[in-house]
Structures are given as C-alpha cells and as structure tokens.
C-alpha cells in the first residue's frame, strides 16, 4: 500500500515536469513561459498555471477593442493554427502558428514580445496580460 | 491614307509602351540587407528601394508611429539602419535599382507614400474592381498575390 503510494508519487513526480517539457518543447519556450508565469503570478497570487483552453478560447474568440479588419486571432490565422494565413491587412502570407508544424514558434522571447505587442493591439485594442500570453503559446505548444 | 495615318498612330504609341512597362519586364532590385528584409518583411513584402525616391523613405521611416494606420515600435537604431539602406538604394539614388523610368513619373517636390499611387503603377495595374476584391489580393500593395516571384524583383507576371 505503502509503496503503490510511493510509486504514484514518484510516477506524478517524473510525469508532471515531462508533461511540462514536452508542452514547452524547447528550453527557450520553456523559458518563455517561465517568464511569463512569473509575471502572471505577480498580477495575481492565486495564478496556478496556464490553460489550454483559455489559450483557445482567446484564439477562436471575437473581439471589438481592435482593428475592425482584425477582430480575432483567426482573421489572420484561420480557424486552424496548423494552416498557413494571411496577414487581413497587408494580404502577406503567414506560416503556421502551430508549434507542431514549425518547432521554432515561440522560442524567441525578443519576436515574441513584439509580436505579441503588435497582434493583441491589433486584436484587442489593448497589450495581452502575462496570463494570455501564456495560455496563448500553452494552446499553440498542444497544436 | 487616313488607314496608314492611324497605323502610324498606332505604331508611335505601341513604341511607346516599353518605356511605360519597364518597371514590369525586368528584374527590380530586391531588398538585399537582411535587417530591412526581416523587420519589413514581418508585416508586407519588403518592398524594392527603388520603387520610392530617397526622400519617400526618410518621411516613411520618420514616422513609424503612423505607419499606414499601425504603430510600428522597433529596437533602438533599427530604424536609422533601415532608413539609411532604404535611402542609399532607393529609386533616384546612383543606380536606384534600375527604376529611374518609374521615378519619372514622380513630381520634382513630391514626397509619394505609396508606390501604388505611381501613374505608371496605376497604367499596369487597370484592372477591373473585382480583380481587386480577390480575397487573396487583400490591398493593392500586395504584390505577392500575383507576382510570385515579388522577393527576388520579379514583376514581370
């Protein structure tokens, strides 16, 4: 008894930071993300970690703070992250933004900022918090 | 003889057409610095230099706070750097790309914005509004929709 304990402690101890690395995927998203928690845990002490699914739900939801031609992350991107896009105001080509598709989404914390800058100003009319950034690449890294 | 005057006619204004086209039947310098490459290729096309005279550049890079409507905020002396490669290949500048022809129309003291408002632009590019619609196309300064080979100075399509 004692030990099935022990093992599924352990088992929770190995498995919870793969789990961790395999969504961050490389150690500079990984480091990316870390950032960001810390600064999501600053704004809110209770903060216990990215979601998934609010990184979806801020993907797929629709907007009016921003530009009119922008008003979700799917103007650009299309409903699907794994689908190349196209830049709504300049018709420019865009890779995918899946992490699946191309490792290296993410994983540069300088264009990550400004892009984050750029795309959430142009989708919410406003920056995105640690929090949705966070939860934004957590989505992308499952995609 | 009215027949071979029009003929005549005609001739002098088909001769006249390559000096209108040369902007599209020949290889446009494309953007060769890797800085100006990256940062303006991360929204549009990175745009020949040669297609905007020296001073069109220097008022676009001046204020990238309005930049068509987006507020473009880069690193420290990113934008000289840019600037200074725009300027130093843009169309009236020694060489500017082999664009001299597309510069003529360009009035002595103006200071155009957009390269799509260039007459010559506009007399190859008289198309009717639904080519202009095509969701693909988006805007006018989208090059790359129907000039694929755009990147490398390809506007010949």
């Known amino acids: 008894m004692k030990r099935r304990y022990l093992l599924v402690l352990a088992a929770a101890a190995i498995g919870l930071p793969l789990a961790a690395i395999a969504a961050a995927g490389s150690p500079e998203r990984a480091a990316i993300l870390a950032e960001y928690a810390t600064r999501a845990r600053a704004a809110d002490p209770g903060f216990s970690g990215f979601s998934m699914q609010r990184g979806e739900a801020l993907f797929r939801g629709s907007f009016s703070g921003g530009d009119a031609r922008t008003p979700s992350c799917m103007s650009c991107h299309t409903a699907d992250p794994r689908q190349p896009g196209r830049n709504a105001k300049t018709g420019r080509p865009i890779d995918p933004v899946a992490v699946s598709v191309d490792p290296r989404r993410y994983t540069d914390a300088a264009q990550v900022d400004k892009h984050f800058a750029r795309d959430c100003k142009s989708v919410l009319g406003r920056d995105c918090t640690a929090l949705e950034r966070g939860d934004y690449i957590t989505f992308m890294a499952g995609q | ?157």
């Open chain 2, 1 to 157: 003889m009215p027949m071979r005057l029009l003929m005549a006619l005609a001739a002098i204004l088909l001769a006249g057409l390559p000096a209108v086209s040369q902007a599209g039947g020949k290889q446009v310098a494309p953007v060769a610095d890797p800085l100006t490459q990256k940062v303006c290729g991360e929204c549009h096309l990175a745009f020949p230099p040669g297609f905007l005279p020296a001073r069109s550049w220097s008022a676009l890079m001046a204020d990238l706070s309005d930049h068509f409507g987006e507020e473009i905020v880069l690193p420290a002396g990113q934008a000289a750097q840019i600037e200074a490669y725009l300027v130093s290949h843009a169309g009236d500048a020694p060489g500017g790309g082999g664009l001299r022809e597309f510069m003529r129309w360009v009035a002595p003291t103006g200071i155009p914005r957009r390269i799509t408002e260039n007459p010559a632009f506009l007399r190859e590019h008289d198309f009717p509004d639904r080519v202009w619609r095509d969701p693909k196309v988006v805007t006018r300064s989208n090059c790359l929709a129907c000039h694929p080979g755009a990147s490398r100075g390809w506007f010949d399509d």
